[in-house]
């Protein structure tokens, strides 16, 4: 046996970091375990001229403002790995890496925690894996057969990856907005989305984005309308590259394909298009496979839950997968008060 504890967190990104914060504010015994072997959980792996949608004051995780970068208004990502980095050290989180996350029982009293390194027993445990281990691709008629580059979101790196050649981005969203936005002037960019681009008005950030998912939140718990949140606004952020692009005329999204060919894509009215690449920007899904053995999953593989805290099984809680497990939580300004509240509710729990 590794270690007995209060509380296990398994994930050592973000939301991991927060519900740390919080588990140690109130005393707790806990360990948290990361399956990557540096700080910065999915942060170390983006596309290069990724920034945040907000500046550093407003993207910040709870008791530590996110210093501002010098030179740029949103924060990119090497400068989210070195305040999270800064985050687990100055609260002494105790993080342990690389640990993989084989599976969670029940095991009487306890969860027990199966992991490459041992197993843990934990009175609750917070799941905080998030999405980006878990990218998703539509399985579109003749994907298999292309004879080019595919790639996902989490794969892609720069223009240099695909410069001077045909190029489709498929995804209407933030990802694939920013990165048709990138390659816009160094490939022959086919942009192609499954409705027109909805972009939202030029001066939103993501403070205005947490604001709404938050109204929305509290509007449904009081029985209220739903306002619609982030999504009545729009789907994309406009933020400057994207911006500039746009406003050069080089965002122009066509409606999605019908099938792939070996040599690029067919639409169902018979036009076609070449590519020597496809990057697929069709989200994720959440990564709850080491959950599995709770037998908790429901509609949409989601795990039914009561805030964060699971139904089927009290002991645990789920931190920062979408707003189904608290507002704006898969974000770093909206994962505090979730956060906050799974700690709460397991250290009421617990006693």
């Known amino acids: 046996m590794t270690g007995v504890v209060d509380v296990v967190v398994i994930g050592g990104g973000q939301s991991g970091l927060a519900a740390g914060y919080h588990l140690r504010r109130l005393g707790l015994d806990f360990a948290v375990l990361d399956g990557r072997p540096a700080p910065g959980a999915a942060w170390q792996r983006t596309w290069d001229s990724l920034h945040l949608f907000s500046p550093a004051a407003y993207s910040s995780l709870p ?44 095991d009487g009293a306890f969860l027990r925690v199966e992991t490459d390194s041992g197993a843990w027993l934990a009175r609750a445990v917070i799941s905080a894996t998030g999405t980006w281990s878990r990218p998703f691709v539509p399985a579109v008629p003749g994907r298999t057969t292309f004879r080019g580059t595919q790639l996902h ?12 050649r045909k190029v489709i981005v498929v995804g209407g969203g933030n990802s694939g907005a920013q990165i048709a936005a990138d ?16 972009y939202l008005a030029d001066d939103i950030d993501g403070r205005a984005l947490f604001d709404h998912a938050t109204a929305r939140r ?10 619609g949140g982030v999504a009545s606004l729009g789907d994309i952020v406009a933020v400057p590259p994207v911006r500039a692009a746009r406003d050069a005329g080089l965002l122009k999204a066509q409606p999605m394909f019908d099938r792939i060919t070996p040599g690029g894509a067919v639409w169902a009215d018979g036009t076609s298009a070449e590519a020597d690449a496809i990057i697929w920007c069709t989200g994720f899904r959440p990564a709850l496979s080491h959950l599995a053995p709770l037998g908790l999953r429901g509609p949409r593989g ?3 839950t009561a805030g964060t805290q699971a139904i ?31 700690a709460r509710q397991i250290a009421d729990l617990l006693r």
């Open 63 to 106: 008791g530590r403002l996110m210093p501002p970068q010098p030179g740029e208004t949103y924060p990119d990502a090497d400068h989210v790995v070195t305040y999270l980095t800064d985050y687990e050290q100055r609260y002494e989180l105790p993080v342990h890496r690389p640990v993989r996350v084989a599976g969670v029982h029940r």
């Open 218 to 227: 509290r509007a449904l718990d009081a029985g209220r309308t739903d306002t």
């Open 153 to 164: 979101t989490v794969e892609y790196g720069s223009p240099r990856d695909v410069a001077g």
């Open 302 to 304: 989601r795990i039914p």
């Open 183 to 198: 390659l816009a002037y160094d490939t022959d960019l086919t942009w192609v989305t499954l409705r027109e681009p909805r």
């Open 312 to 342: 089927g099984e009290p002991r645990l809680h789920l931190l920062g997968y979408g707003d189904w497990t608290g507002p704006a939580s898969a974000t770093l300004i909206g994962v505090g008060r979730p956060a906050r509240e799974a």
